[in-house]
């Protein structure tokens, strides 16, 4: 499953990461690649080890979990604080996929699902895509500033060039509780019809019911 979340930072934010941003020093984004991505990856990343970029790289995550959406799909269990990355034009990020461990020691997480935040108005840039190699063809994804396109860490993807402008975005992984892409989608579906069900028609003995379901799938499929 691949789900796009809109609003997820909003205008003021989107602008107080961008100001924030344009001040931080950039580095070569090769040097947080794994060894085969580092033959394809052509752009920047913030320097996150000063207080100005710490302090924006927890600004975004703090807004990406408290998204329902975000919450309900993703069912984190563990985080990476977000990357900044920067491509200039002529930069791209060729087909890869994330590697599947990150971190070490205490850090170390599982990465099952990647996001991308973007922080650009499609409109001043051109190119930039994100393009993901799914069984139904490769998507494209070029999301207004401040919405994230969330998705499986297992697929391969990439960037494409950006030939006009700057494309600014947050790239972060996540650990789930829930470890099969399959149940993820099975629990994001039931979570969502019981709520249109109590929306539309309240506590109902159906509402009940599939509240029952998903519990008791949730007891079989959480990692504790
Ligand atoms: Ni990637």
């Not at 990406?64 to 563990?78: G, I």
């Not at 461990?101 to 699902?113: A, F, P, W």
Request: charged content about 25%; aromatic content about 8%; hydrophobic content about 40%.
């Amino acid at each position: 499953m691949i789900l796009c979340i809109a609003d997820v930072l909003d205008a003021d934010s989107v602008a107080r990461v961008r100001a924030g941003l344009a001040r931080a020093s950039f580095r070569d984004g090769r040097e947080t690649a794994g060894w085969h991505a580092r033959l394809v990856k052509h752009n920047q990343q913030a320097d996150s080890r000063t207080e100005a970029v710490e302090s924006l790289r927890s600004l975004v995550d703090q807004a990406v979990a408290a998204s329902p959406l975000f919450q309900t799909a993703a069912r984190p269990a563990r985080q990476r604080p977000v990357m900044f990355s920067r491509y200039e034009s002529g930069m791209s990020y060729g087909a890869h996929v994330d590697d599947a461990v990150m971190g070490q020691g205490g850090d170390r997480l599982r990465t099952d699902l990647s996001f991308t935040l973007f922080l650009c108005d499609p409109d001043s840039y051109d190119g930039g895509e994100l393009i993901m190699d799914t069984t139904a063809g490769e998507q494209s994804y070029k999301l207004p500033a401040g919405a994230m396109v969330l998705y499986p860490s297992s697929t391969l993807h990439r960037v494409d060039p950006v030939t006009r402008g700057e494309r600014l975005a947050a790239v972060g992984w996540v650990q789930s509780q829930v470890r099969d892409p399959r149940h993820r989608e099975l629990l994001f579906d039931l979570e969502t019809a019981r709520r249109r069900i109590f929306e539309t028609q309240g506590k109902t003995p159906e509402f009940d019911l599939v509240s029952k379901s998903l519990a008791n799938l949730l007891r079989m499929w959480v990692e504790s």
